[in-house]
């Protein structure tokens, strides 16, 4: 079992989760995140003065699956992410993690059952 927890911009959302339906994954988390990586956050103007907006609004996606859908649902976050055929700089990043344990609170299913 992994987790993957991914970094997107939010206007990507819709496209990654259409694409991750198309692959059977079905059940994920979104939070509303900021940060910054090499974009280093931009400038804007309000009522005549400049400030600087450091940090950037983003979306995590957190999704818990079993290891036959680890490279579906990293393919299908890089279909849905990416911004043209190849890119640009604040597209987000994707971060695989090992799940030790999954309890379902329901029915108190244990491990892949419970995903």
Known sequence: MKLIMAIIQPG????????LTEVEVVRLTVMDVQGFGRQKGHTEVYR???FAVNLLRKVQLQIAVNEEFVEPTI??????????????IGDGKIFVLPMDDC???RTGERGSEAI
Do not use: C, S, Y
Request: hydrophobic fraction near 30%.
């Open 48 to 50: 005549g003065h400049e």
């Open 75 to 88: 393919q299908a976050i890089i279909k849905g992410g990416r911004t043209g055929e190849k890119g640009t």
């Open 103 to 105: 309890i379902r609170i």
């Open 12 to 19: 990507r959302l819709e496209a990654v989760k259409n694409a």
